[in-house]
């Protein structure tokens, strides 16, 4: 490595490996069903929704539009917690990812993806609850704001102190912006930390705050430079996917051939593939949201109509509509990886630049020279050996003396 910016444009081509997509393509996968479930009861929860209904809407993944859903406030709370297990898989995830590229860039290219995703599970607490105790420390200090609020209620005293303590407030009020700084960059860095270092959660935020103070602009700018490419490998890899799949259908329905149902014929290729579109979700009504979708998928802009089928097609409709879900799953994944890849390459760079430390040097394991204790036990047994010899010539003495008596 250079440890320079000429090691963060490799993140691209690092991402680019079937284990670490594998990784990033299962943290979405356990992800989204988590918040899928968790969404599914919180619409459930509210009087106005059925099951039937919340499937027909939004079919896998239900998504509420704050200001225009209405759920009774236990279901809020159910889809805030959906989305914290979806953050939380998909962090575990990148710290696999990040383990992974760490040990590559170490030299072991055949480091298995499940001793990967248990050392990300082990170092859970690092990559999880570094985010999360930034998060309550910023919401201690706004606490503080409302009660500032509060005590200026009282007649005469309260203005006067909030006279008084107003630049210790402000002051206080810039900190929180800076923590706000700190706690974006923890879902960017902290999975890389955690896992290249074995840091615990103070270790890890002692990091990023160190990190952001001394290599302010190389951070920024390199992490847009990591955004960026993520993002153009999901569009490219996407749109390969999308002419790919083009190709699939035409050549799937060229010899498909029609078929007798309900009195009258049709293409049952071409049924099944609109019932499998029919699964996707349909696209919030969000304007920039709608104005992406349209350029990606426009299928969810306007969904397909369910098309009366038999049993056989609609098992088929059912795979293909989970083919779909699977796919884009992968697209992301990829961006995912390259993000994961590139998370590692920035941390450690980084680690060298301000503490020059080499974070790929591999620690030489020390080993005592073990005591031979086989010559003590040859020594051992060679002293009764010895006294025996001694003994033996005593006794012939003693059996000549006799005979010499007798004679």
């Not at 919401?139 to 102190?161: D, E, K, N, S, T």
């Not at 989970?322 to 992968?330: H, M, N, P, S, T």
């Not at 591999?362 to 010559?375: A, H, I």
């Amino acid at each position: 490595m250079h440890f320079n910016f000429a090691d963060v444009v490799r993140a691209p081509r690092l991402g680019f490996s079937a284990k670490k997509i594998w990784i990033g393509f299962l943290g979405l996968l356990i992800g989204t069903i988590l918040y899928s479930v968790m969404s599914y009861f919180a619409y459930v929860s509210s009087p106005d929704w059925v099951w039937k209904d919340v499937w027909g809407a939004f079919k896998y993944i239900p998504v509420p539009i704050i200001g225009e859903t209405h759920l009774i406030w236990w279901g809020w709370i159910c889809w805030a917690f959906g989305i914290v297990f979806f953050i939380a898989m998909n962090l575990l995830s990148i710290g696999a990812i990040s383990k992974l590229t760490f040990e590559q860039l170490r030299g072991d290219e055949f480091y298995e993806v499940t001793d990967a995703l248990k050392y990300s599970l082990k170092q859970w607490k690092s990559i999880i609850l570094s985010p999360v105790t930034l998060a309550i420390f910023i919401a201690a200090l706004i606490f503080v704001g409302f009660v500032c609020g509060l005590i200026g209620r009282i007649p005469y005293a309260g203005q006067l102190l909030a006279g008084i303590f107003f630049i210790p407030v402000a002051l206080g009020a810039l900190f929180v912006i800076y923590l706000a700084i700190i706690f974006i960059i923890s879902f960017f860095l902290s999975p890389a930390i955690g896992t290249t270092t074995e840091s615990d959660t103070f270790d890890t935020l002692f990091e990023l705050f160190s990190c952001l103070n001394d290599q302010t602009w190389r951070l920024t700018l390199w992490e847009i430079f990591v955004g960026f490419c993520s993002f153009a490998g999901v569009w490219v890899f996407g749109w390969l996917i999308k002419k790919s799949l083009v190709l699939f259908h035409w050549a799937a329905g060229f010899w498909a051939g029609t078929r007798m149902i309900e009195g009258g014929a049709h293409s049952w290729w071409q049924t099944i593939w609109n019932n499998g579109l029919w699964y996707l979700p349909s696209c919030p009504p969000i304007q920039w949201l709608e104005s992406v979708v349209g350029r990606v998928t426009p299928v969810m802009l306007y969904p397909q109509t369910w098309m009366p089928v038999n049993w056989a097609e609609w098992a088929g409709s059912f795979l293909i509509g989970l083919g779909f879900y699977f796919i884009a799953f992968f697209v992301i994944a990829y961006g995912i990886s390259v993000w994961g890849a590139g998370q590692s390459l920035i941390y450690t760079v980084l680690v060298k630049i301000k503490d020059e430390k080499n974070l790929l040097e591999k620690k030489e394991e020390e080993f005592e020279e073990e005591k031979v204790e086989e010559p003590v036990e040859e020594k051992k047994e060679e002293k009764p050996a010895k006294k025996k010899a001694e003994k033996e010539p005593t006794t012939e003495k003693k059996v000549k003396e006799k005979e010499e008596k007798k004679e």
